[in-house]
């Protein structure tokens, strides 16, 4: 399937828009689900407009994911997390990367984000499971394993 011009993804996304608010019968999710991928050809169209003007600068969406995909945890993080900390972590920056309402840069901070965690954990290990800290966890300490409530 080819792809779809700046212009073609602007008419789909008026087309969708236009749907959602006049289409009978729709539910509130159908609706949600039309204004939202409009919403993302839109996106797309942005980024993609960006990406073209800063593709021989630094400041490119590949170069922020390279980035935050290098991103190298302290080393006082191994002993905050265990391993299921880590995989867990990684799955909510995934998820947080592909919530609509993130900006392109933030999605590829946050998808680099979630593999740095991965190879962290790989590092470690499935068998990983350090005891928590006594001293002040960090922020990513905290974050990852108040996602299980410890």
Not at 8 to 16: E, K, S
Request: charged share 30%; proline share 5%; glycine share 6%.
């Amino acid at each position: 399937m080819p792809r779809l011009t700046p212009q073609q993804r602007i008419a789909l996304a008026r087309t969708l828009e236009g749907r959602a608010e006049t289409a009978e019968g729709l539910s509130s999710e159908k609706r949600i689900e039309l204004r939202r991928a409009a919403k993302n050809l839109l996106a797309l169209n942005a980024m993609e407009e960006r990406r073209n003007q800063s593709k021989s600068s630094a400041e490119g969406l590949a170069c922020i994911f390279d980035q935050a995909a290098e991103q190298r945890w302290s080393e006082d993080l191994r002993e905050e997390l265990g391993y299921r900390h880590m995989i867990h972590l990684a799955d909510v920056f995934e998820g947080w990367a592909f919530d609509s309402r993130m900006t392109p840069e933030w999605t590829a901070k946050l998808a680099g984000w979630a593999g740095s965690m991965c190879m962290l954990a790989e590092e470690v290990g499935p068998d990983w499971d350090p005891p928590k800290p006594e001293r002040r966890l960090s922020l990513i300490g905290f974050l990852g394993r108040k996602l299980f409530d410890e």
